[in-house]
């Protein structure tokens, strides 16, 4: 597509329920990242994805989150057993690799997740 | 590892009145540098970035930021600032090697343009 396209924009859920947030990237873009917004928090690394390698899973807070990419393009965030903590904008990125020009992110709108 | 401080968590100011957004760095390797902006209910968008040569580096809209190395800053500047800069501003470094990852931003500052 033309840009990262992020669903839903908006969650509303209760404690304990299990949400899953979805991030198509750029047509070509081998990288992906999941990061987390929180107020005054700044963006907070969660996973990184590229191409076929595993996975930098090394930002995930708990257990609690996970994440996967079918076919090298569309992620998906799991968060199970939600807690209030986990309320933020959750924001995916891509880019494409391979050259110092191409070191640019290219970010979705977000997806705010609010825990009742 | 690296690391991004951004001091200044708001900072506002008049219509046309000129503007300095700080950001200090910390790395053992050198790094690109990146300013991304935040329109209100908008993702992130890069503003403008250092990857080599000339330290000073401008965007389209007249932003600029100078990277100095002694300082470890890659402060940004506007002269005169619009109603429409008011967004919030990233700064963010990489370790500039093929498919690099785990950009490292700071905590952002909201810039507030008042009329």
């Known amino acids: 597509g033309a840009g990262v396209s992020q669903s839903p924009s908006n969650k509303v859920t209760e404690k304990g329920k299990d949400v899953e947030l979805r991030c198509d990237p750029i047509s070509g873009h081998t990288a992906l990242y999941w990061y987390r917004q929180s107020l005054g928090q700044g963006l907070e690394f969660l996973i990184y994805f590229q191409g076929n390698s595993a996975p930098d899973k090394s930002g995930l807070p708990s257990d609690r989150f996970s994440a996967e990419r079918t076919g090298g393009s569309v992620s998906t965030l799991t968060i199970q057993r939600t807690q209030q903590e986990d309320s933020a904008v959750y924001l995916c990125?891509?880019?494409?690799?391979?050259?110092?020009?191409?070191?640019?992110?290219?970010f979705g709108a977000g997806s705010r997740l609010t825990v009742l | 590892a690296q690391s991004v401080t951004q001091l200044d968590s708001q900072v506002p100011v008049f219509e046309e009145a000129p503007v300095e957004l700080r950001c200090n760095y910390s790395?053992?390797?050198?790094?690109?540098l990146f300013w991304y902006v935040q329109y209100p209910n908008q993702g992130l968008q890069l503003l403008l970035k250092y990857l080599s040569g000339s330290t000073l580096v401008e965007s389209i809209n007249g932003f600029e930021a100078e990277f100095n190395k002694s300082q470890t800053s890659f402060h940004l500047r506007k002269p005169s600032v619009h109603i429409s800069d008011t967004a919030e501003y990233f700064c963010?470094?990489?370790?500039?090697?093929?498919?690099?990852?785990?950009?490292?931003f700071g905590t952002g500052t909201r810039l507030k343009v008042l009329a």
């Open positions: 990125a891509s880019t494409r690799t391979g050259s110092s020009g191409a070191n640019v992110l290219t």
């Open positions: 790395s053992s390797v050198s790094v690109y």
């Open positions: 963010a470094v990489s370790p500039p090697t093929s498919g690099t990852y785990k950009y490292i």
